[in-house]
């Protein structure tokens, strides 16, 4: 069973930035995909971005790309996302998600999916004002 505690968000001005930071429980971390999605009102869960155990191969929506960064720290069991240049549509609430067949949700290149997610947090409200 994962945990997992969102924290970061807030109001910022277009242009601005913000940093979303996920905090998880359990030993295996590392082992787990980990996901940031995003909810505005009215649509549906969408994708944002995912890695597998390091970061360095993270995958991203087009629409956050070279904006938004996903890191991870594997000893402190922490992923976060560093949001630059933001803009009013991407105010939402960011939700951080947890698979633990990376595998599958990662190399089978399925992390865009919400529905392949084990575990999810309860989401951070982000409010981008023009």
């Known amino acids: 069973q994962v945990q997992l505690v969102e924290s970061g968000g807030g109001l910022v001005q277009a242009g601005g930035s913000l940093r979303l930071s996920c905090a998880a429980s359990?030993?295996?971390?590392?082992?787990?995909?980990m996901g940031w999605f995003r909810q505005a009102p009215g649509k549906e869960r969408e994708f944002v971005t995912a890695?597998?155990?390091?970061?360095?191969?993270?995958v991203y929506a087009d629409s956050v790309k070279g904006r938004f960064t996903i890191s991870r720290d594997n000893a402190k069991n922490t992923v976060t996302l560093q949001m630059n240049s933001l803009k009013p549509e991407d105010t939402a609430v960011y939700y951080c998600?947890?698979?633990?067949?990376?595998?599958?949700?990662?190399?089978?290149?399925?992390?865009?999916?919400?529905?392949?997610?084990?575990?999810w947090g309860q989401g951070t409200q982000v409010t981008v004002s023009s």
């Open positions: 998600a947890a698979d633990p067949d990376m595998r599958t949700t990662y190399y089978g290149r399925n992390y865009y999916r919400a529905t392949v997610y084990d575990y």
């Open positions: 359990g030993r295996t971390f590392s082992r787990y995909t």
């Open positions: 890695c597998g155990w390091s970061a360095d191969s993270a």
